[in-house]
T-cell receptor, first 107, second 112 residues
Framework: KNEVEQSPQNLTAQEGEFITINCSYSVGISALHWLQQHPGGGIVSLFMLSSGKKKHGRLIATINIQEKHSSLHITASHPRDSAVYICAVLTGNQFYFGTGTSLTVIP | DAGVTQSPTHLIKTRGQHVTLRCSPISGHKSVSWYQQVLGQGPQFIFQYYEKEERGRGNFPDRFSARQFPNYSSELNVNALLLGDSALYLC???????????FGPGTRLLVL
């Protein structure tokens, strides 16, 4: 069993749709990261959360520590949002990663 | 400021060989972490170094080793390469060991 589970694995949306990607984890954590990976491999860190909610532009990340669950929301999705979104948790000094959610936004 | 840099960008080796991958963190960042990403999978944590000391280690065999230099750059060494070591190796830096990480472009290693 993976320490970090993401859903859905794949997601196709029409431009403008509201998108939610979910992450559940089974270990105690000190922080949770949401990462974006474009084709070719480059990874960008979107958020680091330890509680509550963060917003950056059209992206919103929330975390519920008691339920061990986080969500990444994208409002007014755009084709340039097409990427793999990865949830990663920090426990102790070790990171555990989800397998990612592949998002395709169609114009 | 320059971002995290890694070298080489691509590398082809044969089984049994040794490889050294290099990472230069963002200026002022003292923590460097290494990850392996096999095609189609999420990254797997290999090592974290902070102030030249190992602070975390993932579930990788002893063939994998790393070190951090006084200028905070880092090397990842893999001995006795196996076909399964073919992957994208990512380096990430942060100011301290538990802060937001900034990723480099990665080194693509192919083992034949």
């Amino acid at each position: 069993k993976n320490e970090v589970e993401q859903s859905p694995q794949n997601l196709t949306a029409q431009e403008g749709e509201f998108i939610t990607i979910n992450c559940s984890y089974s270990v105690g954590i000190s922080a949770l990261h949401w990462l974006q990976q474009h084709p070719g491999g480059g990874i960008v860190s979107l958020f680091m959360l330890s509680s509550g909610k963060k917003k950056h532009g059209r992206l919103i990340a929330t975390i519920n520590i008691q339920e061990k669950h986080s969500s990444l929301h994208i409002t007014a999705s755009h084709p340039r949002d097409s990427a793999v979104y990865i949830c990663a948790v920090l426990t102790g000094n070790q990171f555990y990663f989800g397998t990612g959610t592949s998002l395709t936004v169609i114009p | 400021d320059a971002g995290v840099t890694q070298s080489p960008t691509h590398l082809i080796k044969t089984r049994g060989q040794h490889v050294t991958l290099r990472c230069s963190p963002i200026s002022g960042h003292k923590s460097v972490s290494w990850y392996q990403q096999v095609l189609g999978q999420g990254p797997q944590f290999i090592f974290q170094y902070y102030e030249k000391e190992e602070r975390g280690r993932g579930n990788f065999p002893d063939r994998f080793s790393a070190r951090q230099f006084p200028n905070y750059s880092s090397e990842l060494n893999v001995n006795a390469l196996l076909l399964g070591d073919s992957a994208l190796y990512l380096c990430a830096s942060s100011r301290f060991s538990r802060e937001t990480q900034y990723f480099g472009p990665g080194t693509r290693l192919l083992v034949l």
